[in-house]
């Protein structure tokens, strides 16, 4: 393929960001220079197939978004998960992006527990068939696979010159060690303790503004 022809290369970090915080975001901009990616869209997951369900509401968790990352101009918000009904799986969301982007490489990021848990998602081999998949990895954090997603993993391991196929391999990039959660800032709030250098200031006023994370839920 002429260099001329080549796409950009974009980026896909989902989650229910609830709230955003620097883990998510220094992380996902290690793999967007890792890579040289174009663009890395952050995709709020409306309803999570593997988690309980946000306390923000999918509006509240975008806005943060759009606070979090309006000075970047690589990072952008993709609500495509939030216009759509039922649960939030990432083959769907895939095959949406390919619809706009056919030729695009793409890269789905996530943690490596999220990778080693991979073989329990919906139709999980269908995803190496629509874009790439990028494990961020934090240093000496271990990989414990199971044996069929261990053999997968070894067969679309990439090499280099494979970032500009638009699917098909499987990354694994060194990220920054940030020991932070979701939701040990979420009980930090309720406990009206300080989260600051936890999440960007914006957000942090967002959430004060709004009265967001004032009260835990109650288990059911």
Request: net charge negative; with cysteine.
């Amino acid at each position: 393929m002429d260099k001329s022809e080549i796409k950009p290369a974009i980026g896909i970090l989902g989650g229910t960001f609830d709230p955003v915080h620097f883990g998510h975001l220094r992380t996902g901009l290690d793999v967007v220079e890792a890579l040289g990616l174009e663009q890395l869209r952050l995709i709020p997951c409306a309803l999570p197939p593997h988690r309980v369900e946000p306390v923000a509401s999918p509006q509240e968790r975008r806005l943060m978004l759009e606070l979090a990352i309006k000075n970047h101009p690589r990072l952008v918000v993709d609500d495509r998960e939030l216009d759509r009904e039922g649960p939030s799986y990432t083959v769907d969301t895939l095959l949406s992006l390919r619809e706009d982007l056919p030729d695009n490489p793409l890269f789905v990021l996530m943690g490596t527990d999220a990778f080693c848990s991979l073989s329990s998602w919906s139709r999980w081999q269908q995803i190496a068939e629509l874009a790439h998949i990028v494990v961020m990895q934090r240093p000496e954090e271990p990989m414990q696979m199971n044996t069929e997603l261990a053999d997968w993993y070894q067969s679309r391991q990439a090499q280099a010159g494979d970032e500009t196929l638009a699917y098909g391999k499987v990354w694994t990039i060194p990220v920054t060690q940030l020991a932070i959660s979701a939701t040990a800032i979420r009980d930090a709030l309720y406990e009206q303790r300080d989260v600051r250098y936890l999440l960007p200031d914006a957000v942090i006023t967002l959430i004060e503004q709004m009265g967001l994370y004032q009260l835990k839920p109650q288990a059911s």
